[in-house]
């Protein structure tokens, strides 16, 4: 707690909403307060301050972390705000025309980050971040368990900078310059990682979960993760790009379970919708995706 500088919101005007928490941008215009919502614990916020931070050192372009802050009820960091920022996300949604030259230009700065090597006596190796959801989660079925830890162990982890939240929400731009922004997830390992969450964001949430975390249609996402993966990786033909989609499954199944993992700390029983899709990405059958 003492690491924790109290903030005075009466100098901040809230700015933002995301999945987790809140962001206040100062009156004087010259720093971003972003606050955990109540019951995310300090440890979280520094954890994700601490990587932020070292993410910047690393010459990675995101916002300069200033010091950790709490409301008294609610803990996170404050950050250099980026005068006239707006996420790709926002851009698509009020000017769809850009949506083409945005996935585009964020392929080709996500090919920068992976290929940036990570210093692994810095940032965790996201296998080991996600095994431990794996291996002692409640809210995994036990027949399920060594399906995903055999998933797991067959993932490599190459010393490759991961962001580990990568979507078009966690980019931002001026106009000048791009930023990657929310941090917390920041790892090293392999691609896939990253690149299934884009994938999975198109084709596996609600229309209302797309309309809240991306402020678009999920037709507008698979649109943007189309564009985006032809750019990342020029593929010769549907066929070719749908094979490489089949391998992600086991990614987007290992993403869910840590999701599902992490509320109420892994306790709780299973939860239908969860074992249903992890067991069916794990089958690689998943109606109106596997046979598209």
């Not at 901040?12 to 606050?35: C, M, N, P, R």
Request: net charge negative; hydrophobic share 35%.
């Amino acid at each position: 707690m003492e690491k924790y500088q109290s903030l005075d919101l009466n100098d901040y005007v809230q700015s933002g909403e995301g999945g987790t928490a809140l962001t206040y941008s100062s009156k004087d215009g010259k720093t971003l307060a972003k606050l955990f919502q109540k019951g995310y614990s300090a440890q979280t916020a520094e954890r994700e301050f601490l990587i932020a931070d070292a993410v910047y050192k690393a010459g990675i372009p995101s916002p300069r972390p200033i010091r950790l802050v709490t409301d008294g009820e609610r803990f996170g960091g404050e950050y250099e705000l980026i005068v006239g920022k707006r996420s790709y996300a926002r851009i698509i949604s009020e000017e769809p025309d850009k949506m083409e030259p945005l996935s585009v230009k964020l392929a080709g700065l996500a090919l920068q980050l992976h290929n940036t090597p990570a210093d692994s006596a810095v940032f965790p190796s996201m296998n080991e971040v996600v095994r431990p959801w794996v291996e002692k989660s409640e809210r995994i079925p036990e027949d399920l368990r060594p399906r995903l830890l055999e998933a797991l162990d067959s993932i490599p982890s190459p010393r490759t900078c991961l962001h580990g939240d990568l979507h078009i929400g966690n980019i931002i731009t001026d106009g000048k310059k791009d930023y990657w922004i929310d941090l917390g997830e920041f790892a090293y390992g392999a691609p896939e990682w990253d690149l299934s969450f884009i994938y999975f964001s198109g084709y596996f949430l609600d229309r209302k979960s797309c309309m809240w975390l991306y402020h678009l249609e999920p037709g507008q996402l698979r649109e943007h993760w189309n564009i985006f993966v032809n750019t990342y990786f020029s593929f010769r033909s549907p066929e070719e790009q749908k094979a490489y989609e089949r391998s992600l499954f086991k990614f987007a199944a290992l993403r869910t379970v840590a999701y599902f993992g992490k509320l109420n700390g892994g306790k709780g029983t299973p939860d239908p919708y969860m074992v249903q899709l992890v067991g069916q990405l794990l089958d690689g059958a998943v109606p109106g995706v596997s046979e598209k």
